[in-house]
């Protein structure tokens, strides 16, 4: 007897082995759970970080400690929202999708979900985010909202421009501004700055992630970074790593961090070099694995910098 393929069970070939959807979730249930990539937590990890990022850098402004409940919305948040984000993505693309190896199993490319059932479920984790957002003041409130314009046209990016990365990545940093726009109710340059590093880390590391589907999206017409700069692409994300060290450097300049939080900014300088070395255009799975390690990365530099504001309080 053979073992079952990912297209017998819905499980996708890049969710985390052993995830909590595959091993425990009810059977009705996967379809919605693999929609919101629930079984890839990756991808609200990369959503949330830049929130702590800017709460930490609002504590170490204001000599304090981040906001734990600061923190706790942003994680609520963060899922909810990268899940919404993904049903619309896979919305638009669902036909695009069945011409790529990594997505075709997708639940609406595959048909195992309805887009009706998709739209359904996409309200749902709307209002979730927006219960999290109207806990916010007026003014992170309607800097919450202005996110949704990145969020709405970046499915159409990749048919259009080689450098969907980089709409992505304005959408997917914008928690380098939400928190801290929670803590002030306004953005001063510090938060501009972590913002704009947050946005080069994202086109770098999701310029890593596209390894994966690098001929597959040659056949199916979808444009990328990874496409654009082929086997220069190595030296493009180590470009983009490096401006982004630039500028969140200056975030922490501008707000006169500690030892703590410039050693969480070294360790977190010294994690993206190793990436920028092992990529390796030939290696999908590798590149998979360098792509996931940006969690570690981007929680090693929140940790110094909380730990940075936590010493300063």
């Known amino acids: 007897m053979t073992e079952a393929g ?25 379809p919605y759970l693999r929609l919101a990539r629930i079984d890839r937590p990756i991808g609200w990890w990369l959503l949330l970080l830049p929130c702590w990022w800017s709460t930490a850098l ?39 999708d069945k011409q790529v190896a990594r997505t075709r199993n997708r639940p609406l490319a595959s048909g195992a979900l309805s887009v009706k059932a998709a739209l359904v479920f996409l309200f749902f984790l709307c209002l979730v985010g927006l219960a999290v957002l109207l806990s916010l003041d007026a003014f992170a409130i309607a800097l ?32 380098g501004l939400m928190g801290w726009a929670a803590a002030f109710s306004r953005i001063d340059p510090p938060a501009v700055a972590l913002y704009v590093g947050a946005v080069l880390w994202t086109v770098a590391y999701d310029t890593i992630y596209a390894v994966q589907d690098f001929e597959d999206d040659a056949v199916a017409g979808i444009r990328s970074t990874t496409r654009l700069f082929g086997e ?39 994690h993206l070099v190793r990436q920028t070395v092992s990529i390796d255009l030939r290696d999908p799975q590798g590149a998979l694995r360098l792509f996931r390690s940006n969690r570690e990365a981007g ?5 110094g910098m909380a730990l940075d504001a936590l010493i300063g309080s």
């Open 6 to 30: 990912p297209g017998a069970t819905g499980a996708v070939p890049d969710a985390a082995p052993g995830n909590f959807v595959d091993r425990f979730a009810p059977s009705a249930s996967r």
């Open 58 to 96: 609002a504590g170490m402004a204001a000599d304090a400690p981040p906001r734990p409940d600061h923190l706790l919305l942003f994680l609520i948040g963060a899922v909810a929202m990268r899940g919404a984000g993904c049903v619309y993505n896979d919305i638009i693309d669902r036909d695009l």
């Open 144 to 175: 919450g909202f202005a996110s949704l314009l990145p969020v709405a046209v970046y499915p159409f990016m990749k048919r259009v421009t080689s450098w969907p990365q980089a709409v992505l990545g304005l959408a997917f940093a914008w928690g």
């Open 232 to 270: 220069r692409t190595k030296a493009a994300v180590g470009l983009f790593f490096g401006l982004a060290l630039v500028a969140i450097a200056s975030a922490l300049l501008g707000v006169g961090a500690g030892p703590a939080g410039w050693i969480g900014f070294g360790l977190f300088a010294a």
């Open 299 to 303: 929680l090693v530099l929140f940790a």
